[in-house]
């Protein structure tokens, strides 16, 4: 198959790289030269080609590029492509990408996806092979999507490694704020206030130990990439900071009274999300 992706970063880069050492032809579209050239240089792309003259030789195309920038090419790719085209985008939110081609002529031919996989890097350089194999990816709103275009994505995400579901769009939405979504924010707010509090760099350094570095590690996500996540899925990601900031505010009280009981309930009780992270590790091990 001849597949475009367009968006050359992390996630697009990582695609092209597997597609590619699968036997297809991958070109690369994405309106940073310096990325094209890179994404040449490392490999991940067997040609880059401009959006216009990709859409028309493309079997399938694959948008790896921020929330809103997909909402505004995809009505116009979607009326470019032939009929025997397959377009899937992979973006973190699906209800507003959805809800934007819901009564388009050629809806059949998209596939709304989300590989669960990344890294807080980004850029062609940042791309990895194998980054999504043993993960899980998510479709939504697959009975939209034509037959053919259905099967050809799942085969895609197949050969990357992947299994699999299926869920609609608004659940999608709302599980991701709260798995995903607030992890991010989280780590971006703890690195600010850490920088804004120890205004002493070298002591960061000297003291920093495993467990901040591992929980300040999204921090160094795009701001590019994840701002537009943030507002288009802006209700689901402000219920769960309400709801986080109330267990925050109970750990400050907890703390302020110095309630060793009350601190010691909360992290016990958190405490438990090992068994389900112990679980998800269990069943990636079966799958791989």
Same mark, same amino acid.
């Given at each position: ?47 880059? *080609? =401009? $959006?216009?003259?990709? @859409?028309? +030789? ?6 790896? #590029?921020?929330?809103?920038?997909? /909402? *505004? =090419? $995809?009505?116009?790719? @979607?009326? +470019? ?6 377009? #899937?985008?992979?973006?973190?939110? /699906?209800e507003s990408i959805c809800s ?101 760099e070298k002591q960061i350094f ?83």
């Amino acid at each position: 198959m001849i597949i475009t992706v367009i968006g050359l970063g992390l996630i697009g880069g990582s695609i092209a790289l597997d597609l590619r050492a699968n036997g297809h032809l991958v070109i690369g579209v994405d309106d940073n030269p310096s990325h094209l050239d890179q994404a040449l240089d490392l490999k991940l792309v067997d040609t880059t *080609e =401009i $959006l216009e003259s990709a @859409l028309s +030789k493309s079997d399938v195309i694959i948008l790896a #590029i921020p929330i809103d920038g997909i /909402k *505004e =090419i $995809l009505p116009h790719i @979607l009326d +470019k492509i032939p009929y025997n085209t397959t377009v #899937i985008d992979v973006g973190s939110t /699906k209800e507003s990408i959805c809800s934007i081609i819901q009564s388009h002529p050629k809806r059949g031919r998209f596939v709304a996806a989300h590989p669960l996989a990344g890294t807080e890097y980004s850029g062609p350089k940042a791309a990895l092979k194998n980054l999504f194999k043993g993960k899980s990816n998510i479709i939504c709103e697959e009975d939209r999507s034509d037959e053919s275009s259905l099967e050809t994505a799942i085969d895609i995400f197949n050969h990357l490694g992947m299994t699999t579901m299926f869920m609609n769009p608004k659940d999608h939405d709302k599980h991701m704020a709260y798995v995903s979504h607030l992890s991010h924010i989280s780590s971006f707010m703890l690195g600010q206030t850490v920088l804004e509090i120890e205004k002493d760099e070298k002591q960061i350094f000297n003291l920093a130990s495993t467990g901040f570095e591992s929980t300040v590690r999204l921090a160094k996500s795009s701001a590019d990439t994840w701002v537009p996540i943030f507002k288009n899925n802006k209700q689901n990601i402000s219920d769960a900071l309400e709801q986080y900031i109330e267990f925050l505010s109970k750990f400050k009280e907890a703390v302020d009274k110095g309630d060793s009981v009350e601190m010691h309930k909360m992290i016990t009780k958190a405490n438990n999300i090992r068994r389900i992270l112990l679980g998800m590790k269990l069943n990636v091990m079966k799958l791989s």
